[in-house]
Nanobody
Framework: VQLQAFGGGLVQAGGSLRLSCAASGRTFSRYTMGWFRQAPGKEREFVAAISSGGSIFYADSVKGRFTIISRDNAKNAVYLQMNSLKPEDTAVYYC????????????????WGQGTQVTVSS
């Protein structure tokens, strides 16, 4: 599976961005798709994930602000809507994939996209 995340950019605090992740591969529907982020000097952290069955997990820090809009198995894509952005959301955002079961642990994800920069100004 090859992944590509895009949609990042510079936004003011309180603004919104929508990230997209496009995947290649014929078994996309069987993968859990996760979003992670990594700020400078910090470890990569879990943001949100959607399982092959549609279950969704969010990190506490983004609950109520970020939403996995959908996964489109026909287009091999998953989308993350980020609202009410804060400066502390500034990071490189990655989409990742793992087979079937949902997880918040980045080490369990087998495939990673190249990341897209999100910068939130105060």
């Amino acid at each position: 599976v090859q992944l590509q995340a895009f949609g990042g950019g510079l936004v003011q605090a309180g603004g919104s961005l929508r990230l997209s992740c496009a995947a290649s591969g014929r078994t996309f529907s069987r993968y859990t798709m996760g979003w992670f982020r990594q700020a400078p000097g910090k470890e990569r952290e879990f943001v949100a994930a959607i399982s092959s069955g549609g279950s969704i997990f969010y990190a506490d820090s983004v609950k109520g602000r970020f939403t996995i809009i959908s996964r489109d198995n026909a287009k091999n894509a998953v989308y993350l809507q980020m609202n009410s952005l804060k400066p502390e959301d500034t990071a490189v955002y990655y989409c990742a994939a793992k087979f079937i079961t949902i997880s918040k642990n980045p080490s369990e994800y087998h495939y990673w996209g190249q990341g897209t920069q999100v910068t939130v100004s105060s």
